[in-house]
């Protein structure tokens, strides 16, 4: 158990596949990792967030993906999604139209539910990438 009055940090990191039921599996691990951590108020936005980030990157790469979660000493829940396209994600559109979209509304719920998010290019396996990432305040 941590210290009275500091926050525990931790940091998380599933390599997944390039197959959409490893989506399933970081929803499943993620709200795991929540759990353990007493976090589970959280664990609803987070699992939606987790689910667009990872999702975006098995649909639109061919190669590997990996879910990366961790808690930050200011108690920021950082969750991101690295892929094997080192190009910038879409634009996120405006969650009123995200909502009536049949696609393209991952982000758009990412921006309306997260405190910030960004992508930043990224190495792993070998393959340039980029994470694409969310913070949730967990405070």
């Given amino acids: 158990m ?5 926050t525990e940090t931790w940091d998380y990191t599933l390599y997944i596949p390039n197959d959409l039921r490893a989506v399933t599996v ?5 709200r795991v990792i929540l759990a353990m951590h007493e976090l589970t108020a959280l664990a609803d936005t987070a699992e939606l967030l987790a689910t667009e980030l990872v999702s975006n990157a ?15 000493s200011e ?7 690295w892929d094997t396209d080192p190009e910038p994600p879409e634009p996120p559109v405006p969650l ?3 909502l009536e979209a ?3 509304r991952g982000l758009g719920l990412v921006v309306a539910c997260a405190e910030y998010w960004g992508w930043q290019p ?3 396996f070998g393959d340039r990438g980029k994470y694409v990432w969310c913070e949730l305040p967990a405070c």
């Fill in 102 to 104: 049949e696609e393209g």
């Fill in 2 to 6: 941590p210290e009275t009055g500091t």
């Fill in 96 to 98: 009123g139209r995200a």
């Fill in 26 to 30: 970081c929803r499943r691990t993620l």
């Fill in 75 to 81: 108690g920021l829940v950082w969750i991101g999604a």
């Fill in 58 to 72: 098995v649909r639109h790469t061919k190669g590997p993906a990996a879910l990366r979660v961790r808690r930050s």
């Fill in 122 to 124: 990224s190495a792993r």
